[in-house]
């Protein structure tokens, strides 16, 4: 059973550059969260997704930064014109469950932003 | 929301030493969860422990949900152990909020 899978794990931008990651849950699995690092930090809570669904969006930039789920296919966390302060490691959970359930992380996606 | 607090902060061991790193919520919580993140970025599931005490080979972990707070223990530390480990808690609506972790050295 594969683990969560995050794509790409590195990704490159300039200033201005969209930026878009990819999440894939823990087959059975249909809650995906997104969390950022900033270096030396912990990790934040930005999102909580479900199938098609926006659950919780309160740690999510109100500007620049939007996620989604669809019906098929990977989570998508699209960050619109990239500013140096958006260099972070940003990870995908995933749950097979609503309510308290274990969270299992993805490799992350380390962006850089020149 | 719901604060967490680590303890200590840094932490250097001798290879074969124990230690006991210390997680406080503010909060009651509906689930806690202890992480290992390696020196390349990898957060590996230690434990998933709302309550009461789990056992893994040389690690184990304590949560008293009633007193707010969660202990993970480490004994016969090895080098491998070294890296930053975090206490996440779930309040409502399965928001995880994590501390700002306990960077563990071990050194040879």
């Known amino acids: 059973n594969a683990g969560v899978m995050q794509n790409p794990r590195h990704l490159v931008r300039r200033r201005g550059q969209e930026a878009r990651l990819r999440c894939s849950p823990m087959k059975g699995h249909s809650h995906v969260y997104w969390y950022r690092q900033l270096p030396e930090e912990g990790l934040k809570f930005m999102v909580y997704l479900q199938k098609e669904n926006i659950i919780d969006e309160s740690g999510m930039p109100k500007e620049r930064f939007s996620a989604e789920f669809p019906k098929e296919g990977p989570s998508i966390l699209r960050i619109q014109q990239v500013v140096r302060g958006d260099s972070a490691a940003y990870f995908c959970a995933s749950s097979p469950l609503r309510g308290p359930d274990e969270q299992f992380f993805g490799p992350g996606t380390r962006l850089t932003v020149l | ?108």
């Open chain 2, 1 to 108: 929301g719901i604060q967490v607090e680590q303890s200590p902060p840094d932490l250097i061991l001798q290879e074969g030493a124990n230690s006991t790193l210390r997680c406080n919520f503010s909060d009651s919580v509906n689930n806690l969860q202890w992480f290992h993140q390696n020196p390349w970025g990898q957060l590996i599931n230690l434990f998933y422990i709302p309550s009461g005490t789990k056992q893994n080979g040389r690690l184990s972990a304590t949560t008293v949900a009633t007193e707010r707070y969660s202990l993970l223990y480490i004994s016969s530390s090895q080098t491998t152990d070294s890296g930053v480990y975090f206490c996440a808690v779930v309040g409502g609506y399965q928001k995880v909020t994590f501390g700002i972790g306990t960077k563990l050295q071990v050194i040879p």
